[in-house]
């Protein structure tokens, strides 16, 4: 059974750093480019980092370039975003995807909350 478990969403003031973390099992990671999604509230999601399977191409969406950072341990089965310099507008649910041309899977989503 493959999951995705999501972790490191929390209640921060703006300005603040958080790193989400993206725990796989039941799958060959390491075969797997991944993704972050986000999800505003009222809003559909949105991509805001993807990462390569080797985890040596990355790309980010223009409104998190320069503040967030995607990366991963393989040996880990782990990923990970460090959310810099964070905004009331980066509230929401954020999702780790896994996908190549064995499948794709999704994970449940953490929780992160930008607010004075």
């Known amino acids: 059974q493959v999951q995705l478990v999501e972790s490191g969403g929390d209640l921060v003031q703006p300005g603040g750093s958080l790193r989400l973390s993206c725990v796989g099992s039941?799958?060959?990671?390491?075969?797997?480019?991944l993704r972050w999604y986000h999800r505003a509230p009222r809003s559909l999601r949105e991509m805001v980092a993807e990462?390569?399977?080797?985890?040596?191409?990355?790309e980010y969406a223009d409104s998190v370039k320069d503040r967030f950072t995607i990366s991963r341990d393989n040996a880990e089965n782990t990923m990970y975003l460090q959310m810099n310099d964070l905004k009331p507008e980066d509230t929401g649910v954020y999702f780790c995807?896994?996908?190549?041309?064995?499948?794709?899977?999704w994970g449940q989503g953490t929780q992160v909350t930008v607010s004075s």
């Open positions: 995807h896994a996908f190549s041309v064995l499948g794709s899977y």
């Open positions: 039941g799958l060959p990671f390491s075969r797997y480019a």
């Open positions: 990462i390569s399977s080797a985890g040596d191409s990355t």
